[in-house]
T-cell receptor
Framework: QQQVKQSPQSLIVQKGGISIINCAYENTAFDYFPWYQQFPGKGPALLIAIRPDVSEKKEGRFTISFNKSAKQFSLHIMDSQPGDSATYFCAASPYTSGTYKYIFGTGTRLKVLA | DTEVTQTPKHLVMGMTNKKSLKCEQHMGHRAMYWYKQKAKKPPELMFVYSYEKLSINESVPSRFSPECPNSSLLNLHLHALQPEDSALYLC?????????????FGQGTRLTVV
């Protein structure tokens, strides 16, 4: 119940295309769903996050779609660029006593071809 | 300033050594975290500090000893580590202000145990 399943494991997209990464969870206590981008040798950086009372959130080229009934959420990267090539992690967390116990998905290695 | 600073960036230690990892943030965050990340894997939660008190220990072996001297600093003391403990150790912090919070990660310490 604590797992967050992420797919695909790897993704190759042409420059200008749309990258789509999917995540699914079981624990209905999760109430915060961030996406992180990580470059090799660096720490994860927050891209965008959503709460379950919102079905979609957009920030620039990044959009999260959230389906509460299906317990699924996805990241869409529009107009993908070579600089977007990185590993992307979805995460989920319950909010417990003021802290977030982030549980990460397995990661998606995105490569955007020039 | 949204920076979490970790030192050192790289550390090589023998199995009989004692060393410490340091983490610092000046965002006023009252929750701080230690994560461990193996190559091509997601970060795994180790410890959570809430208002300088240890609130979550994910059954981490006692050779890892966390310490939170004040609201800006977080240490991880290492003793008698094993080669399989080699990994990227990530520190993160998050705010208690309402529910609109996110975790900011440092760049990590790359630890090699020889």
């Amino acid at each position: 119940q604590q797992q967050v399943k992420q797919s695909p494991q790897s993704l190759i997209v042409q420059k200008g295309g749309i990258s789509i990464i999917n995540c699914a969870y079981e624990n209905t206590a999760f109430d915060y769903f961030p996406w992180y981008q990580q470059f090799p040798g660096k720490g994860p950086a927050l891209l965008i996050a959503i709460r379950p009372d919102v079905s979609e959130k957009k920030e620039g080229r990044f959009t999260i779609s959230f389906n509460k009934s299906a317990k699924q959420f996805s990241l869409h990267i529009m107009d993908s660029q070579p600089g977007d090539s990185a590993t992307y992690f979805c995460a989920a967390s319950p909010y417990t006593s003021g802290t977030y116990k982030y549980i990460f998905g397995t990661g998606t290695r995105l490569k955007v071809l020039a | 300033d949204t920076e979490v600073t970790q030192t050192p960036k790289h550390l090589v230690m023998g199995m009989t050594n004692k060393k410490s990892l340091k983490c610092e943030q000046h965002m006023g965050h009252r929750a701080m975290y230690w994560y461990k990340q193996k190559a091509k894997k997601p970060p795994e939660l180790m410890f959570v500090y809430s208002y300088e008190k240890l609130s979550i220990n994910e059954s981490v072996p006692s050779r890892f000893s966390p310490e939170c001297p004040n609201s800006s600093l977080l240490n991880l003391h290492l003793h008698a580590l094993q080669p399989e403990d080699s990994a990227l150790y990530l520190c993160a912090s998050s705010s208690y202000r309402g529910l609109d919070t996110e975790a900011f990660f440092g760049q990590g310490t790359r630890l090699t145990v020889v």
